[in-house]
């Protein structure tokens, strides 16, 4: 990062526990004045069957994927406030869209992510401040490579990469957007589900079948 940004700097924080977000946030507060853009990005992922999960990976998932977003937005908003400016970018996951077998722990965490937004959006709008969400497929990462090959496996069109969801985000920002979905196929499938939920439901039970009898075979 300080290769391209020498005047760029970091603050360590687990964002998972309330104390350490307060610190970084007043830290940051103190050096620089001011918070423009706030972008909840920390996140874990699993991929096993909801029965065989234990509950403290669900909690932890919960704790950074959703908590995590709440004390650094919660703790960033009353400056943004007493400013009337600034812009909240969470990167939830089209999983946080559509809910998906084997994830669902991953899922829940998403969903409130995406709910927090929608809900934030026309709360803080009046007051200057935007929020976007970004809901990206798998993305080409260390983080998606740690369960990547667990079935059911995501199609490979489904995969991004990071410099593609960056610029996505970027963009988001620019034309102050809620809520981008990617790919754009994947938005697709997204708009068919809220349109026709029922049908969906049967298509997506049996692909997700067709998928796991194909990886009990191989």
């Not at 307060?22 to 620089?32: A, F």
């Not at 829940?108 to 200057?128: D, H, R, T, V």
């Amino acid at each position: 990062m300080r290769s391209t940004s020498p005047r760029s700097t970091t603050v360590e924080c687990d964002v998972a526990k309330l104390d350490q977000v307060r610190d970084m946030i007043n830290s940051v507060l103190s050096s620089l004045g001011k918070i423009d853009i706030l972008i909840n990005n920390a996140g874990i992922g699993m991929r096993t069957p909801f029965v065989d999960t234990p509950i403290e990976v669900i909690e932890a998932l919960m704790t950074t994927n959703y908590l995590g977003a709440v004390y650094c937005t919660h703790s960033a908003l009353p400056s943004m406030i007493a400013r009337g400016s600034g812009h909240i970018v969470n990167i939830s996951s089209a999983a946080g869209k559509i809910g998906t077998l084997n994830i669902a722990g991953y899922c829940a965490s998403k969903f409130a992510m995406n709910g927090l937004s929608e809900s934030l959006y026309y709360e803080l709008k009046p007051l200057g401040i935007d929020v976007s969400v970004i809901c990206p497929g798998p993305v080409r990462t260390d983080f998606n490579k740690s369960f990547a090959d667990i079935p059911p496996k995501s199609p490979a069109s489904l995969v991004v990469s990071p410099e593609f969801v960056s610029a996505a985000i970027i963009k988001a920002i620019e034309d102050r957007r809620f809520e981008v979905v990617l790919p754009r196929w994947l938005a697709l499938i997204c708009w068919f589900k809220n349109f026709t939920p029922n049908l969906f439901r049967v298509i997506a039970d049996r692909n997700f079948r067709h998928r796991i009898a194909q990886s009990k075979k191989t």
